[in-house]
């Protein structure tokens, strides 16, 4: 549970600005220039995407950019890019950083009874990053103590994953200390709400989803006592808050609205995966026979997904049917239903299902990658090259692809294209050094032509120029 304390940091209120809190409401006054939010972002996300619980799950990560698409689309001035990502914890958080990179965990996903509910912390957390309020509160600070507070928290998430105890102590310390600094104030958590439900109904979401979800985060927190769920601990949550959310509701018409049904497929999947196959075949078992579940096809669904993990096919194969009888649609379906080959044996059967699944699904990113995988796993190399590179003619930054054509071109035979698409899929995940290191095993690969030869040259002269530049700003 140290990332969010790590991702809090970035928040901390200095203590000489304890006393003076920015006026709210008015033009913020912003010394800290975007780009070098955007960058404070992405160096903290290239630290977060090679932490253990971060959750490489295209179809998750898609669904919940997504989600988080519907209501960045109704900010209305300042566009900014946003990048939602999930970390695999039970405890119930969210959190947002610098440069819009908005992370929530699986438990608070899990814990979220209508998308409504989970659009509303999303909402919160995207007002935090629109409102500038990290800019707001280190503006009096210079760019210097910033980038030591950020080495600091870099170092806090390396000991996380340390087993050297000493090490981990050494910085537990001081940071249980930082923890209690690191909340917003109780002004900037207001403004939050206030304009994550202006997003929240703009979006056509139901409102009253904010107020029922941090009625429960807060009923939460009761039973947990001293040890509160860490979206608590920093997004302090006060019956004042929730006093305060429902008055702007009741001023509002009543809105059913209905949920996705990925919604309910993402959280199922996530659920399959908790605790011991046998556990979660138990869980979704019962929900299918009792017949209580907020979706029945997701708790089918499930139980496909429990059974995969318990072995069982056939149990699996079964709920599929069921679920194809009830026309029950969705790219989540095809890809079970491709693995479900797979674990079969029969690569080339999957890769059948999703290529007929990719016209009625042209924009998810998830069938894509499948495809290419089983592709490869058919020993179609020429198939898969041709899919990833159409593929990356559109998606220009997808560093999942790119490792894909790399495979591809290994199956091959072509190491020169094989380092130099490594390459590529390193430096898009913020990785210089690791790219420079690539480029440099395709110069020495003994393919290629003089055409590919100059390029690579050319592009490590790119690599080399950036990875400089770098190291000179991560300089004090
Ligand atoms: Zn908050």
Redesign the pocket.
Known sequence: MRLPIFAFLLFLAPAVLADGLPELGEAAQVDLPPQVEKRIGESAMQEIRRDPSYLEDAEVSGYLNRLGRRLTAKIEEGQQDFEFFVLKDSTLNAFAMPGGYIGVHTGLIMAAQSESELASVLG??IS?VTQHHLARMVSKQSQAQLASLLAMAVAILAARNNPDVAMGAAVAGPAAAMQQQLN?SRD??RE?DRFGLQLLEKAGFDIRGMASFFERLQKFGRLYENNAPGYLR??PLTTERIADMENRIQQRPYRQVADSLDFHLVRAKLNSQEGSPQDAVVVFETQVRERKALSLQAARYGLARAYIRAKNLDGADAQLTELRRQKVASPMIEILAAELRSRRGDPGGAAKILRAAMPRYPQERSISYALAEALLDDRRPDEALKLTSDDLQTYLADSKMYELQARAYAMLGKQLLQHRSLAESYRLQGQLPAAVEQLQLAQKAPDGDFYDRSQVDARLREMRALLAEEMKRKKP
Do not use: K
Request: proline share 0%; hydrophobic share 20%; aromatic share 22%.
């Open positions: 919160h957390e935090h917003y900037f958590e939050a920093t997004h």
